[in-house]
């Protein structure tokens, strides 16, 4: 039966050389494996994967070309979850480091995935840190489950598919001519999100607005460092049909943003500011709301948690997402229904996708009806 099971999953695909050399744990099943009664143990296993993106993405700070990614599997009683660590190499994170968190993840020693608290209070202690790796188990995890109770999560959460938003596209920062071609090769999208923080703002706003008159939200990305300068911007902005300012001062300037929230037209939502469950109650009274993202708060489980708690305190409720593929992008779309602002067009800027998931239809965030968060593999 073992040998089976052994022999099953090798054909599948499941195990790549690549995820064997990084394997988190020595034997492939515990002894009290039984594949009827689901007692058997979970497994994870994760690969590094390099995002190609289709343009130079330049934001305030810096300029890439390409996302480092881990994968990772979580196979239980023959039934596999997806997840993935996205991390854009200023937030810290790594392939290397990811690999070396996860091969400190030992799920081998749980023999129930519908545990979850339990288990991901168990990951997130395993070190300080680690974000993006923690996200890649806890993504992992809930599709596992998902497919375990052959529902999608969305559905689990008793959210409703009709109400997930239409999701902002980004324009990078660039030249103005390169800026108007991105804009119309964007037509698709009801609303584009606009990188600035840079002395060429009103040009970059000024070459869209050339060619488009497309709803725009701006992300600042801590850019600008003066209040009054800030509340200059976004009276211009608010002429120009602008829907809300993201991170719009260093997240250091508390005092600052908050005054400039009071006095602004237009919502300020907290991106840099926001990581975690306690970033949400520090932003309460600075901003108007809060950019959630996966990778940012270790998974679907803390966003879920950190959306509610915006929610309850009255605050405009975002979620974003980092370059990921279509895996990590469609975990997030599964909260979406919940939002004001989706930002999850971060599988459309990549070249090499791998999964088939959630779908940009018309600009509105389109989630399938497949179990988990809904994905088929497609490399
Ligand atoms: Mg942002």
Not at 150 to 159: M, R
Not at 273 to 298: E, F, H, W
Not at 310 to 317: Q, R
Not at 352 to 368: A, H, S
Request: hydrophobic fraction near 40%; include cysteine; glycine fraction near 6%.
């Amino acid at each position: 039966m073992k040998q089976k099971r052994r022999d099953f999953i090798k054909s599948a695909g499941v195990l790549t050389t690549s995820a064997i050399a990084f394997s988190s744990s020595s034997s492939m099943f515990g002894k009290n494996y039984l594949s009827k009664t689901g007692s058997g143990k979970m497994k994870l296993t994760f690969k590094p994967y390099t995002l190609e993106l289709k343009h130079v993405f330049t934001i305030a700070t810096s300029s890439r070309t390409t996302t480092p990614v881990m994968l990772t599997e979580i196979e239980y009683d023959g039934i596999i979850g997806y997840g993935e660590a996205s991390m854009p190499p200023y937030l810290g994170e790594s392939q290397e480091s990811a690999a070396k968190f996860l091969s400190k993840v030992n799920l081998s020693q749980f023999n129930d995935p519908f545990e979850m608290e339990k288990i991901l209070d168990y990951v997130d202690a395993v070190d300080a840190n680690n974000t993006a790796a923690k996200a890649s188990v806890d993504i992992a995890l809930h599709d596992l489950v998902g497919k375990l109770i052959g529902k999608p999560w969305y559905k689990i959460w008793g959210l409703d598919k009709e109400k997930t938003p239409v999701t902002s596209f980004t324009i990078g920062i660039d030249t103005t001519e390169v800026v108007k071609e991105k804009t119309k090769e964007a037509a698709e999208f009801k609303i584009l999100k606009v990188k600035l923080g840079r002395d060429t703002d009103k040009q970059m706003i000024e070459a869209i607005r050339s060619v488009t008159d497309t709803a725009l939200c701006v992300d600042v990305n801590q850019g600008w460092t003066d209040k009054e300068f800030a509340l200059d911007m976004i009276h211009w902005l608010n002429e120009r049909n602008i829907k809300f300012v993201e991170q719009p001062m260093p997240k250091t300037q508390i005092d600052d943003i908050a005054w400039l929230t009071e006095k602004s037209p237009l919502p300020t939502i907290a991106d840099e500011s926001i990581q975690r469950i306690p970033d949400v109650v520090k932003a309460y009274g600075v901003y108007s709301g809060v950019n959630v993202k996966l990778m940012k708060c270790t998974g679907m489980r803390e966003a879920h948690k950190m959306l509610n708690l915006a929610d309850s305190l009255g605050m405009k409720l975002m979620i974003g997402c980092m370059t990921e593929t279509s895996c990590a992008i469609s975990a997030a779309s599964h909260l979406s229904p919940m939002v004001d602002f989706a930002d999850l067009d971060g599988a459309l800027l990549i070249g090499n996708d791998i999964f088939d998931g959630m779908k940009v239809i018309d600009g509105k965030v389109t989630l399938n009806d497949r179990p988990g968060i809904g994905l088929k593999k497609i490399k």
